[in-house]
């Protein structure tokens, strides 16, 4: 995003992989599974540098391990929100992600398999009237997971179409009963440089933080998604809890959530420590404000040639906009 020149939406086509050249790879895979072959890591490792990883996604997300949420999905669809585009195809979001915490490539979804699932705590603290930690699948016991189809608009200019399933933010604040002093939810990604080697790089101000006011972490639409494609969400895309907040550039959903902080302090999230004068703390999507290096008009859909007008909003201005009425004098609103 920052420290490179080319970048995603950057790079020419012809260095995404074929599509002719996948579905070859994907055949080749199958085969080698009804083959029953017993595949040691090594032995298709040479053949078809990404093959393991595509077996692992087949199982349902781990290398070795079931997902001990597997059993909870798929859940039932909100048909409140509805797509006007087509569903991007499952392998383009779970091959093509940004997860710096892995490095800053787009392919980081092999190194990802490295991510322990297992235990994983959440922190509830700050400003609430009972902190707590919860593990996860008690967190997920005790929240109403639903399938929302959504639309994710990158920052670099690309975007996708995924069904998130999940839970409704609004749900966790109510757990946590915030105190009315709280302005601010201050949300943090793990910490774990043996598990994710992108940490060692210590220009980055790790862990990643990303931060909503109350009123957006309350708003219909913000979502933590711990499922994708009706299956657990796979740890490249942030399992087992990413927020998804569609209506802002990708950047502010953050993944692999460990803590969830309610504070009267604007949280500083990771790259506007960064580079605040690109990305900013609120980055509402405007195809009319452009990013200092590029234009926002228009996205490139993932999986496609295709480029597309950027909304307002992202398109979801119906249940946003009214948060943020007669700020745009006092405030940066969409970067
Ligand atoms: N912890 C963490 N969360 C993150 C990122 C990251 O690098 N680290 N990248 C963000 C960016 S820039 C985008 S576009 C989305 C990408 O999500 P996806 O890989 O599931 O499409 O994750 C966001 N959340
Ligand atoms: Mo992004």
């Known amino acids: 995003m920052l420290l490179r020149i080319k970048k995603g939406w950057e790079l020419p086509e012809s260095a995404a992989t074929p599509e002719s050249l996948y579905l070859r790879r ?36 781990a290398v070795g391990e079931a997902d001990p949420s597997a059993h909870l999905y798929p859940v039932e669809r909100n048909l409140r929100y509805r797509l006007d585009r087509d569903l991007t195809d499952e392998r383009d979001a779970t091959t093509y992600n940004n997860f710096y915490e892995f ?113 957006e972490a309350r708003n219909d639409l913000a979502f933590i998604a711990t499922g994708l494609y009706g299956k657990p969400i796979p740890k490249q895309n942030g399992a087992p809890l990413r927020l998804a907040v569609p209506w802002k550039y990708g950047f502010k959903s953050l993944k692999s959530i460990v803590l969830f902080e309610f504070t009267d302090k604007k949280p500083l999230s990771f790259w506007e420590e960064i580079q605040g004068s690109e990305y900013g703390f609120w980055a509402n999507v405007n195809p009319e404000v452009s990013h200092p290096r590029w234009s926002q008009a228009s996205e490139r859909v993932l999986g496609t040639d295709e480029r597309v007008p950027t909304l307002l909003y992202n398109g979801y201005g119906e249940f946003v906009a009214d948060l ?3 700020m745009e004098k006092s405030e940066r609103l969409f970067m």
């Open 26 to 61: 994907r055949d080749f895979i199958k085969t080698a599974a009804a083959g029953s072959l017993l595949l040691g890591a090594g032995g298709l490792l040479g053949a078809c540098d990404d093959a393991p990883s595509q077996t692992a996604m087949a199982e349902g997300g």
């Open 103 to 215: 490095g800053s490539s787009k392919t980081i979804h092999e190194k990802a398999q490295q991510l322990p699932l297992r235990p994983w705590n959440v922190a509830i603290s700050g400003m609430v009237e009972k902190p707590m930690t919860l593990d996860i699948d008690d967190l997920l016991s005790k929240m109403p997971l639903e399938e929302r189809l959504y639309r994710h608009r990158c920052v670099e200019a690309w975007s996708m179409a995924v069904p998130w399933s999940g839970f409704p933010l609004r749900a966790l604040v109510d757990l946590a009963q915030p105190l009315s002093s709280a302005k601010y939810l201050k949300m943090v990604t793990f910490q774990d440089s043996d598990v994710a080697p992108g940490q060692k790089a210590a220009w980055y101000p790790w862990p990643y933080v990303e931060g909503l006011t109350m009123a």
């Open 324 to 326: 943020y009425s007669g």
